[in-house]
């Protein structure tokens, strides 16, 4: 599977933004999807993950309220709704496929995309 993130940017405290993840190659409808963010100096950290088909998702706590994850798997595509944004919300946030079902762990996703900045300005 390969995929590619885009919709990052810069913003200001209190806007939203919507990441896509674009997928080619194997079945997308196969895998679960996850995303996570690497700030800068820091390790990369769970965000969100969404079942294989759409139906169940898991959020990390510090998050939950702000993000929506959701797909599309006629269009192979992955999408993060991120609302009122913050400073510490900026990363580069990547997308991810796993073949299980082990949302939090990054080890469990054998794809990954490039990543896509998101910079949020105070």
């Known amino acids: 599977v390969q995929l590619v993130e885009s919709g990052g940017g810069l913003v200001q405290t209190g806007d939203s933004l919507r990441l896509s993840c674009a997928a080619s190659?194997?079945?997308?409808?196969?895998?679960?999807m996850g995303w996570f963010r690497q700030a800068p100096g820091k390790e990369r950290v769970f965000v969100a993950a969404?079942?294989?088909?759409?139906?169940?998702?898991n959020y990390a706590d510090s998050l939950k309220g702000r993000l929506t994850i959701s797909r599309d798997n006629a269009k192979n595509t992955l999408y993060l709704q991120m609302n009122s944004l913050k400073p510490e919300d900026t990363a580069v946030y990547y997308c991810?496929?796993?073949?299980?079902?082990?949302?939090?762990?990054?080890?469990?996703?054998?794809?990954w995309g490039q990543g896509t900045q998101v910079t949020v300005s105070s």
């Open positions: 991810a496929a796993s073949p299980g079902w082990r949302p939090k762990m990054s080890a469990a996703y054998d794809y």
């Open positions: 190659g194997r079945t997308f409808s196969s895998y679960a």
């Open positions: 969404i079942t294989a088909s759409g139906t169940s998702a």
